[in-house]
């Protein structure tokens, strides 16, 4: 039996105030309002649930752009849940010049703070390395890593397909200088 992907459709934004202090230029709220991303300037953030600083910009700093973004992300969780066995509460994905995933950051439900979740990098579909942010090292991933870490770069390599002028868009204006351009580095 094969089972369908359950897409689930995103009202995007974009800032009209050049001071906001959101990071990225483009949030996408979902409908049912389980989920939000933050898009630009080489990223993407996946949010489960709507933080109370994005409810903030999205009151003040943001205005609805009248397009729709469609994101499997029941196949995302599943992924995620069969791995942890716990909530992911958040991740960060950074691309490359040619719009592929290079990195991803985790920050699980468990954790004191956002910087002691996994860390990967993706230099392709199947090719992963586990970062170690203590020691400062690389190393392989398991089985059950690889296909989570396959389901992650294609939910975000399709999304990066689907809207690519928006994660190439640099920063909002507060946070824009001629360093931060384009950068393409974890945050």
Known sequence: MTTTAQTTSFVVYRWQNPQTTSDYPYLAVAQDRSALLSLGDYGVTLDWGI??????WLARDFVPTGEVLECDLSTLNDALAALFHEATEFA?????AELMPSELQL???SQDAADQGPEYTIQGLGTYMRLERDIDMQGPVDQEERAMLDVCAATFAELAAQCTAKII??????YRSPWSQGRGAMN
């Open 51 to 56: 933080p109370e600083e994005a409810t903030d």
């Open 169 to 174: 868009e640099p920063l909002p204006p507060r």
């Open 92 to 96: 960060a994905v950074r691309f490359g």
């Open 107 to 109: 920050v699980l439900a």
